[in-house]
């Protein structure tokens, strides 16, 4: 849950620098496409989602933030939008998502997603009988040493990583 408020001066993540600079991109995103006044807001989150676990709590916060800042100046704003805007906190957040988890925080359900490149996304709502998932356990085994960012910096352009992603691909 994401409250968000007017207030005089800026007041959210002071303590989290990355947070505050994607809500900022994704501010900036809306206040430069929509062509609005900056409005000074106090942000409060809060969240089941455990943090770095590779759980989507920042496509999650992006979406959630995105969606308070169309509402706060009043603009309609239907899935797309949405997306666009928060895709500019998961670039804070991630350096260059694939915008998966983002696509599923945004439009729900099951999602078929394909990054072409930065400017083409396929996004697709599959229908899927909801008993599919009726023994569906998640296990939190804690956080990674290393955050999603640096696992895919890490393996860009490594060969084998190439073709493993490829494999899996053609698996899935």
């Given at each position: 849950v994401?409250?968000?408020?007017?207030?005089?001066k800026?007041?959210?993540f002071?303590?989290?620098?990355i947070?505050?600079?994607?809500v900022?991109s994704?501010?900036?995103y809306?206040?430069?496409?929509y062509?609005?006044?900056?409005?000074?807001?106090?942000?409060?989150?809060?969240?089941?989602?455990?943090?770095?676990?590779?759980?989507?709590?920042?496509?999650?916060?992006?979406?959630?933030?995105?969606?308070?800042?169309?509402?706060?100046?009043?603009?309609?704003?239907?899935?797309?939008e949405v997306?666009?805007a928060?895709y500019?906190g998961?670039?804070?957040?991630?350096g260059?998502?694939?915008?998966?988890?983002?696509?599923?925080?945004?439009?729900?359900?099951?999602i078929?997603?394909?990054?072409?490149?930065?400017?083409?996304?396929?996004i697709?709502?599959?229908?899927?009988?909801?008993?599919?998932?009726k023994n569906?356990?998640?296990?939190?085994?804690?956080?990674?040493?290393?955050?999603t960012?640096?696992?895919v910096?890490?393996i860009?352009?490594?060969?084998e990583?190439g073709?493993?992603?490829?494999?899996?691909?053609?698996?899935?």
């Amino acid at each position: 849950v994401v409250v968000l408020k007017r207030t005089t001066k800026d007041n959210f993540f002071k303590d989290d620098k990355i947070a505050r600079e994607a809500v900022i991109s994704i501010r900036s995103y809306i206040k430069e496409k929509y062509k609005v006044k900056n409005i000074p807001v106090w942000i409060d989150v809060t969240s089941t989602i455990p943090v770095g676990r590779g759980l989507g709590s920042s496509a999650s916060l992006s979406a959630a933030i995105s969606q308070a800042f169309f509402s706060l100046y009043r603009i309609n704003a239907g899935p797309d939008e949405v997306f666009n805007a928060a895709y500019a906190g998961e670039k804070i957040f991630h350096g260059n998502p694939s915008g998966g988890d983002l696509a599923v925080c945004v439009y729900g359900g099951v999602i078929w997603f394909r990054k072409e490149t930065e400017n083409i996304k396929l996004i697709k709502k599959i229908k899927v009988d909801p008993s599919t998932f009726k023994n569906v356990l998640l296990v939190d085994s804690g956080k990674p040493v290393e955050s999603t960012h640096e696992m895919v910096v890490d393996i860009v352009g490594k060969k084998e990583v190439g073709k493993f992603l490829i494999d899996q691909e053609k698996l899935t």
